[in-house]
C-alpha cells in the first residue's frame, strides 16, 4: 500500500521567502501525483498534478513541484512567497491503475507580513 | 451549480448511536471518497469507491460503512464501533485519479459525538 510523508508540519516564512515544502512516497510503481492546498474556511483545491512527461510541473498562483523518481519526491516550490499563501498545503499520490488517492499529514505554512 | 454537497454541515450524536452522513455530486464523477481530517494526521482515507456498486476500505475503515448504489451518492455510516468518531468528514470525488484528473471536495462535516 501507499504512504505519504510530509516531514514539514509548521513552516513560517516572511514575505518574498523562497519555498519548499517536502513530500516523499512509498509506492513501487507507477504514480500520479498532487499538491493540493486549503485556505483557511475554504475547500481543497488543486495546486498542480503530475502524470507523466517533464518531471518540472507548474501550477496555480506560482508554484511549481518537482518529480525525482530516484528520491521518491515531489516536493512544491515557489520563489517569493506572499501573504495570501498563508494555508495547509497537501501532497497526495494515487497508483497507476488504482483510484486509491492518499494524502500526506499536510504542512501548515504562515507567511509574515 | 455542478459541486459536491455534503449535508448537514455540523451534526451532534449521543455515543452509542449510528450516524450517516450525505454525499451527492452532480459531475458526473465515477470515483468517490472519503477522509477523515483530525489535527496534526492530514487526511485520512476511509473508503472509496471506483463504480456504481463497488467500494473498497482505504486505510482506517473500521467502524465505518458506505454505500454507492447510485453514481451521484456516497453515504457514510458512522457506527457505533467506531470508537472515536468525534471529527471533520470530507467527501471527494474524481472522473478518475488514474487518468490524473483532481479530486474536488465538499466543505466537509463536523460530527460531535457527546
Known amino acids: 500500500a501507499q504512504s505519504v510523508s510530509q516531514h514539514n508540519h509548521h513552516v513560517i516564512l516572511s514575505e518574498a521567502a523562497s519555498l519548499e515544502l517536502g513530500c516523499n512516497y512509498s509506492?513501487?510503481?507507477?504514480?500520479?501525483l498532487f499538491w493540493y492546498v486549503q485556505y483557511p474556511g475554504q475547500h481543497l483545491q488543486l495546486l498542480l498534478k503530475y502524470f507523466s512527461g517533464d518531471p518540472l510541473v507548474k501550477g496555480i498562483k506560482g508554484f511549481e513541484a518537482e518529480f525525482i523518481k530516484s528520491k521518491f519526491s515531489f516536493n512544491l516550490r515557489k520563489p517569493s512567497v506572499q501573504w495570501s499563501d498563508t494555508a495547509e498545503y497537501f501532497c497526495a499520490v494515487a497508483p497507476f491503475g488504482n483510484e486509491k488517492l492518499t494524502f500526506g499529514t499536510g504542512t501548515r505554512l504562515t507567511i509574515i507580513p | 451549480d455542478g459541486g459536491i454537497t455534503q449535508s448537514p454541515k455540523y451534526l451532534f450524536r449521543k455515543e452509542g448511536q449510528n450516524v450517516t452522513l450525505s454525499c451527492e455530486q452532480n459531475l458526473n464523477h465515477d470515483a468517490m471518497y472519503w477522509y477523515r481530517q483530525d489535527p496534526g494526521q492530514g487526511l485520512r482515507l476511509i473508503y472509496y469507491?471506483?463504480?456504481?456498486?463497488?467500494?473498497q476500505k482505504g486505510d482506517i475503515a473500521e467502524g465505518y460503512s458506505v454505500s454507492r448504489e447510485k453514481k451521484e451518492s456516497f453515504p457514510l455510516t458512522v457506527t457505533s464501533a467506531q470508537k472515536n468518531p468525534t471529527a471533520f468528514y470530507l467527501c471527494?470525488?474524481?472522473?478518475?485519479?488514474?487518468?490524473?484528473?483532481?479530486?474536488?471536495f465538499g466543505q466537509g462535516t463536523r460530527l460531535t459525538v457527546v
Open positions: 471527494a470525488s474524481s472522473m478518475s485519479a488514474t487518468l490524473n484528473t483532481e479530486a474536488f
Open positions: 509506492y513501487g510503481g507507477t504514480v500520479n
Open positions: 469507491s471506483q463504480i456504481v456498486n463497488d467500494f
